[in-house]
């Protein structure tokens, strides 16, 4: 089976909050709703879900990460790593390699300009990854280690602005 691979960019951050460092930036209210959403809408596919989460540290992107599962009431594998914290998609890559086979689907949680790199690098094309936007990335590998860039296919790419209005009609069974 061919591995998937789902890029989730956290949701908009507040700058005018109190942190100390960037690693520390918390969301903003509108990154909170879309979290939620784009996890509503990715339970409301229909999809299987990944079995598998690697998320950055980030406190952004942890908060993303855990309002997006409370969202979709679903509850996977999760790791942190500090890798996904200012990588390149070069960095991605070796982290990919390392991926386990027993997962098929697989999300990464992190950042920009990263996610975009790693879309243009597998798939080729330019493509904008604004916050809280989740990716499906299908590798055509059957191992992770094979995972090469240019020999990938960008499957979808959700975008929040275009579910907002949707947040009260989406619904769980």
Not at 149 to 173: A, I
């Amino acid at each position: 089976m061919s591995k998937r691979l789902i890029l989730f960019r956290h949701g908009k951050s507040d700058w005018d909050a109190p942190f100390s460092a960037d690693h520390e930036r918390p969301l903003s209210l509108r990154g909170e709703r879309d979290a939620q959403n784009m996890g509503m809408l990715l339970a409301a596919s229909g999809r299987p879900l990944p079995e598998l989460v690697i998320c950055s540290t980030a406190v952004r992107a942890r908060a993303t990460l855990d309002l997006a599962m409370r969202a979709a009431d679903w509850s996977p594998e999760v790791e942190f790593s500090d890798a996904l914290y200012e990588s390149s998609p070069e960095q991605m890559l070796e982290v990919i390699h390392q991926l386990p086979d027993t997962a098929s689907r697989v999300m990464l949680v992190g950042h920009e300009p990263t996610w975009s790199g790693l879309v243009k690098n597998f798939c080729g094309g330019r493509v904008r990854m604004p916050t809280a936007a989740l990716a499906r990335l299908d590798l055509g590998v059957s191992h992770w280690q094979d995972a090469v860039f240019g020999k990938g296919e960008l499957v979808w790419l959700f975008q929040p602005r275009f579910f907002r209005k949707f947040r009260n009609t989406v619904r769980r069974d």
